[in-house]
């Protein structure tokens, strides 16, 4: 499966930002789509997920209220809204992806490991 991150950009503190990852190829109907972040000279930290197969979705305490998580099937896209940024929230994105069996009733993923696709990152500044 191959990823697209885009959206980043410049926002002032408080303001709003989306994300979209765009996803193609075979097998999306037992896949999960993540978002990462990873600000400057700090590791890299997972923020949210989505289930393309139950629309199931998880989040960081860090995010949780600010952050929503969304997926268009049609278009096998998720998207990550961004509301009330904060400068803290300024890193690059990563939106990554992995294959959930279909027996496996959590469908949710928040570990690196757990993730075998990877998109490129995009850059969220927060800043005044």
Do not use: H, M
């Not at 950009?9 to 303001?15: D, E, K, R, S, Y």
């Not at 193609?24 to 993540?34: D, I, M, N, P, V």
């Not at 000279?41 to 989505?50: A, D, Q």
């Amino acid at each position: 499966v191959q990823l697209q991150a885009s959206g980043g950009g410049l926002v002032q503190p408080g303001g709003s930002l989306r994300l979209a990852c765009s996803a193609s190829g075979f097998g999306l109907k037992y896949y999960t789509l993540g978002w990462f972040r990873q600000a400057p000279g700090k590791e890299r930290e997972w923020v949210s997920c989505i289930s393309f197969r139950d629309g199931a979705t998880k989040y960081a305490d860090s995010v949780k209220g600010r952050f929503t998580i969304s997926r268009d099937g049609a278009e096998n896209t998720a998207y990550l809204q961004l509301s009330n940024l904060k400068p803290e929230d300024t890193a690059v994105y990563y939106c990554a992806g992995g294959s959930v069996p279909s027996w496996l009733t959590d469908t949710l993923l928040d570990e690196e490991y757990e993730f075998d696709d990877w998109g490129q990152g995009t850059l969220v500044t927060v800043s005044s």
